[in-house]
């Protein structure tokens, strides 16, 4: 494989992941023409986050055909709701439909990117010790790539079975297992239905209480199917209907006055229905209710999570959790709740920015240490101080109520503008202006001292620093306006053919 990675071609685009941003990335390189690019993946297929998250009942909480690509749209997905095996499978075909699989490069991992000022591109560093050059990166690694380790005493301890819920253990069978869950994220409360019923007795730890709103999930039926494959007209105009009605709960996330109240209320009655129709007892109830208001933590959905914890064999324990044991958890009322699997559902380093490949710009600057105070971004796509860099689903444009790949594709129109500048411009590199830097954070994070993420719960929205370096403050709407036109006047020429007009190449 080293051997493959060794080519003198200077590379137009790197594209770092195979995911969805990875794919949607080349497709956008494919239609423009002359760009020399390749994507650079770590898996041996496709598919990122749906590749490696395979744990029972993986699903989409996005409708299906909503979170999907707008140029690749898939008339046969079999319920509202897509789950895992669906998304994957559709992600390998369209690979394939679009003829990309011959430009991607599997099996490698990338440790670190290096800006050479003299020569104005990036130099990719592999862990196999194998080099790359391109003259951009776009890095398309997504934001749920990383498993988030719980920091809890004795992790290593436990003699027993371990592993997160992002990396299942599909050899070790649960049939009879006394089972520990950590955590009651988004990935717990589609894992824990499908495994309640085959376990001996399961224990699920909740540090704080989720918000879980019903799923209108249903199978799709055939005839619907047939239609939108003859006449894909049908098929976009219901995908914008399910866009604008998700955009619609946005009024509950980005502000606070009596829309966003009345929204609020809604969602706590429902919650509480929920609860009610699964659990009789008030006390039990009243532990299920979260503390903080919803939308502040991520809102999740699902129809079994309350009758499971209603389950006789289910214990649902809120007790600080001390540390584990070679035989189970110690929690904080001294009890030792002895398991033989412990399961942790504790979610993704989402707020590490820029994750574990290190990244060094103009004059070696790192930038894990350039954002360890705030990760500041232009449109959360450019950086200044690292030319011809661009970030897909970067800091500041998570969503908590649409479509990321909607957002994807907006930051890819504008990435195209990018590109197609240095090639009018005949300069080998850009760099955005610290100016159009700072603005943007400035602006983003006074827009989110006013959003329900900054209410006071404690979340993966959340920075080590506090700050919300993760989500954007406003509508796909605006957002999609903001990018709609690349902006030249806030790129300046970097390098050393930045003032003599340079050929591109």
């Known amino acids: 494989m080293a051997g493959e990675l060794m080519g003198d071609e200077m590379l137009d685009v790197a594209i770092i992941g195979a995911g969805v941003g990875g794919i949607a990335a080349a497709a956008m390189l494919r239609r423009l023409d002359g760009q020399r690019f390749e994507v650079f993946e770590k898996g041996h297929t496709v598919g990122g986050t749906w590749r490696d998250n395979t744990y029972p009942g993986c699903a989409c909480d996005v409708p299906s055909h909503l979170y999907s690509l707008s140029f690749a749209q898939n008339p046969d997905w079999s319920r509202s709701y897509p789950a895992q095996p669906e998304i994957e499978s559709y992600l390998e075909r369209t690979t394939d439909s679009l003829d990309l699989r011959r430009s991607i490069t599997f099996g490698v991992e990338l440790e670190a990117i290096q800006w050479d000022g003299n020569g104005s591109h990036w130099v990719l560093v592999f862990t196999d010790g194998s080099q790359r050059n391109a003259r951009s990166v776009i890095m398309a690694t997504g934001p749920l790539s990383r498993p988030s380790m719980p920091e809890i005493d004795g992790l290593d301890s436990f003699a027993g079975t371990m592993f997160h819920s992002a990396r299942w253990n599909h050899d070790h069978d649960l049939t009879g297992d006394r089972v520990a869950v950590i955590g009651t994220g988004a990935s717990a409360v589609q894992f824990v239905p499908e495994i309640a019923p085959i376990t001996a007795h399961l224990t699920v730890f909740q540090r704080s209480a989720p918000w879980v709103l019903p799923r209108d999930d249903r199978p799709a039926p055939s005839w619907r199917r047939s239609l939108y494959a003859r006449i894909p007209a049908l098929q976009r105009l219901h995908r914008w209907r399910v866009y604008l009605r998700q955009e619609l709960l946005s009024v509950a996330f980005v502000g606070r006055g009596s829309s966003a109240q009345r ?172 100016n159009a830097v700072s603005e943007f954070y400035d602006g983003v994070q006074r827009r989110l001292a006013h959003t329900v993420w900054t209410t006071g719960c404690s979340s993966w929205y959340r920075s080590a620093g506090g700050q919300v370096d993760t989500l954007w403050p406003g509508t796909t709407i605006e957002y999609w306006w903001r990018t709609r036109r690349f902006r030249p006047s806030l790129f300046a020429p970097s390098g050393p053919d930045s003032g003599r007009g340079a050929s591109a190449r």
């Open 263 to 434: 929204i609020a209320q809604r969602i706590k009655d429902e919650v509480r229905s929920h609860i009610a129709a699964s659990i009789s007892d008030p006390a039990e109830q009243e532990r299920l209710v979260p503390t903080y208001e919803p939308g502040c933590k991520r809102l999740l959905i699902a129809n079994k999570w309350y009758p499971t914890l209603a389950r006789a064999d289910v214990d649902l324990c809120t007790e600080k959790i001390l540390s584990i044991t070679p035989r189970g958890v110690l929690t904080g009322d001294g009890v030792e709740h002895e398991v033989d699997t412990i399961i942790l559902g504790t979610g993704f380093a989402a707020s590490d920015f820029p994750g574990p490949i290190r990244i060094e710009g103009l004059g070696g600057v790192d930038l894990a240490e350039r954002w360890s105070s705030g990760a500041a971004t232009h449109l959360g796509i450019a950086v200044d101080g690292f030319p011809n860099l661009y970030f897909l689903a970067g800091p500041n444009t998570g969503l908590g109520h649409n479509s990321i790949i909607f957002m994807i594709e907006a930051q890819l129109h504008y990435v195209r503008g990018a590109l197609l500048d240095l090639r009018r411009r005949g300069v080998r590199a850009t760099s955005v202006s610290p």
